[in-house]
């Protein structure tokens, strides 16, 4: 079965500064997407970043990038100069099959002023 | 792009009666996907349609839920007879292409008393 962690159910940063959520996952599938989302108190979910399996350069969007570990089976997120608008839970999700999404349990991250 | 619609966006019903979720996906795009949240759960998929074709129910709870999808821009969830326990936030997702990004609707929040 693929299962989905993430280990810290709550974390807080200081505005500006950096912080890593962590994600570990277990397959034993070698074609498969990473996906981080973010969910902030309006509930909707949004597509934070993407990785695919077989890349082995991390993927990267604007202050958002992952520190993908395939053999560790780890897929970290990182937030670089955090926002207020940061404030989320978020979500690590696993896809194989090309369409099975498995979520972890989420992480809420808070960041002060 | 109006993004995936949901509606209604909150439902409150009693026990025992009926419920139906609908959902219009990005246009274009060929595959849906009908998620429940929970705090006990955490997201959980519960069926994905690919051009408008069923693939996997395995994640519907019981025989009282069923879902849908008559054309390429719409598909409905029902739950009949409604419980208590159906209680949660309903997502809406599609996505262009397998193995793609999905894309969340803003969710439906049903209340069964």
């Known amino acids: 079965a693929q299962t989905v962690t993430q280990s810290q159910p709550e974390m807080s940063v200081q505005e500006a500064e950096t912080v890593t959520l962590s994600c570990t996952y277990d397959t034993s599938e070698s074609n498969y997407y990473l996906f981080w989302y973010k969910q902030p108190p309006s509930r909707q979910m949004i597509l934070v970043i993407r990785?695919?399996?077989?890349?082995?350069q991390n993927a990267t969007e604007n202050r958002f990038s992952v520190n993908f570990q395939k053999a560790a089976k780890s897929f970290s997120l990182k937030i670089s100069d955090s926002q207020l608008g940061d404030t989320a839970m978020y979500f690590c999700?696993?896809?194989?099959?090309?369409?099975?999404?498995?979520f972890g349990a989420g992480t809420r991250l808070t960041v002060k002023p | 792009d109006a993004g995936v619609i949901q509606s209604p966006r909150h439902e409150v019903t009693e026990m025992g009666q009926e419920v139906t979720l609908r959902c219009k996906p990005i246009s274009g795009h060929n595959s849906l996907f009908w998620y429940r949240q929970t705090m006990m759960r955490g997201l959980e998929l519960l069926i994905y349609f690919n051009n408008n074709v069923p693939i996997d129910d395995s994640g519907m709870p019981e025989d009282r839920f069923s879902a849908k999808m008559p054309n390429a821009s719409f598909s409905t969830l029902k739950i009949q007879p409604s419980e208590p326990r159906d209680s949660a936030v309903y997502f809406c997702a599609s996505s262009l292409l397998a193995g793609n990004e999905q894309y969340f609707g803003p969710g439906t929040r049903l209340t069964v008393t």
């Open positions: 990785q695919e399996a077989y890349k082995q």
């Open positions: 999700a696993f896809m194989y099959n090309n369409n099975d999404m498995r």
